[in-house]
């Protein structure tokens, strides 16, 4: 079984930057491929940016491109979410999930990521 913790979230204005931590408890984590869904207000879960399990190969959705940087630590069971040039629609709350199937991280598979973490908010304000 796979733990999900994120930190890192809070208020910050249009065009600033944070970092999002995902800690995941177990020892399995590097067999994991990751992936950060987002969630605005009145809004549907979407797919942000995703990791494979060597952190080899990166996704991303087009709208966060260029100023999201996604990254994993395996030695610390953490994978990062790097956000810059924030914009007042990056306004959500951030989950991220791990799965087994390098497939559903790449597609956005929300239905079939094997573990969630609760979420971080992160607030743009403009």
């Known amino acids: 079984q796979v733990q999900l913790v994120e930190s890192g979230g809070g208020l910050v204005q249009a065009g600033g930057s944070l970092r999002l931590s995902c800690e995941a408890s177990?020892?399995?984590?590097?067999?994991?491929?990751m992936a950060w869904f987002r969630q605005a207000p009145g809004k549907e879960r979407e797919f942000a940016a995703g990791?494979?399990?060597?952190?080899?190969?990166?996704y991303y959705t087009d709208s966060v491109k260029g100023r999201f940087t996604v990254s994993r630590d395996n030695a610390k069971n953490t994978v990062y979410l790097q956000m810059d040039s924030l914009k007042p629609e990056d306004t959500a709350v951030y989950y991220c999930?791990?799965?087994?199937?390098?497939?559903?991280?790449?597609?956005?598979?929300?239905?079939?990521?094997?573990?969630w973490g609760k979420g971080t908010l992160v607030t743009v304000s403009s």
């Open positions: 990791i494979s399990w060597s952190g080899g190969i990166t």
């Open positions: 999930a791990a799965d087994l199937d390098i497939g559903d991280v790449r597609f956005g598979r929300q239905s079939r990521m094997d573990h």
């Open positions: 177990g020892r399995t984590f590097n067999r994991y491929h």
